[in-house]
């Protein structure tokens, strides 16, 4: 299937499910907004919880629209999801419903927004050279940044969304490279909530988000210096 049909699918999908989201319940989008940013953890896993059997499923819908839209965090949804559904299971609906959201953003951005995307990263100092995200540089480039967890990922879809890389290579870099970064996302907030009875854990883990940091920087200082 050719790139510009799979766009095209994309986005009537998603104009399909925001009408029909709209005509079975009218007030879920000031109910989304509400939750979305308010920036309170009890609130977000009660709103959740209220959906009793279809928790799970709705909480990956209320996800994917999130990182779809880019520009509102979900780190309090991928939480809850750790603190509803367990660790393991929050991880792997986090992971995907994220990963959904970005690949969406991705096309809606490639398609119909693009001026707001090179908006969007003329802001970051960091993010211009979107040159780089060409080919097999680019995927690897997409993978490593994907993997940093509580990177800005609406200026990260943007970046991608100007740049050359393929909506194949997109896909796939982040679909690996968000699953550490999520896990670490859904563990770090789980055991912050519980922080009296995971403390050790919690520790290990910032830890271990600090030593991937450290190698990220080393690895593009060391790009840098050979680039030189």
Not at 217 to 226: D, G, I, V
Request: proline share 3%; with cysteine.
């Amino acid at each position: 299937m050719k790139e510009s049909t799979i766009k095209i699918i994309t986005v009537l999908m998603l104009v399909a499910i925001l009408v029909v989201i709209y005509i079975l319940n009218p007030s879920f989008y000031s109910d989304f907004w509400r939750v979305a940013t308010s920036g309170s953890m009890q609130e977000t896993m009660d709103y959740i919880a209220s959906f009793g059997i279809w928790a799970m499923v709705f909480s990956f819908l209320l996800d994917v629209l999130i990182n779809a839209l880019g520009f509102l965090p979900s780190i309090f949804v991928s939480t809850a999801n750790g603190l509803l559904f367990g660790i393991v299971p929050g991880i792997i609906l986090s992971w995907l419903a994220e990963t959904t959201g970005v690949i969406i953003s991705f096309i809606l951005m490639r398609t119909i927004l693009r001026s707001s995307a090179e908006k969007l990263i003329a802001k970051s100092k960091y993010l211009k050279k979107a040159d780089e995200f060409s080919g097999k540089n680019g995927f690897k480039i997409m993978l490593i940044l994907r993997a940093m967890p509580y990177f800005p990922s609406g200026i990260l879809t943007a970046l991608g969304a100007v740049s050359r890389i393929s909506l194949k290579d997109y896909a796939l870099a982040n679909l690996i490279g968000k699953f550490p970064s999520t896990a670490l996302e859904v563990v770090i907030g789980h055991d912050v909530v519980n922080y009296k009875n995971n403390l050790d854990r919690l520790m290990i883990v910032i830890v271990l988000v600090c030593i991937i940091y450290g190698a990220i920087w080393y690895y593009n200082r060391r790009k840098e210096r050979k680039t030189a």
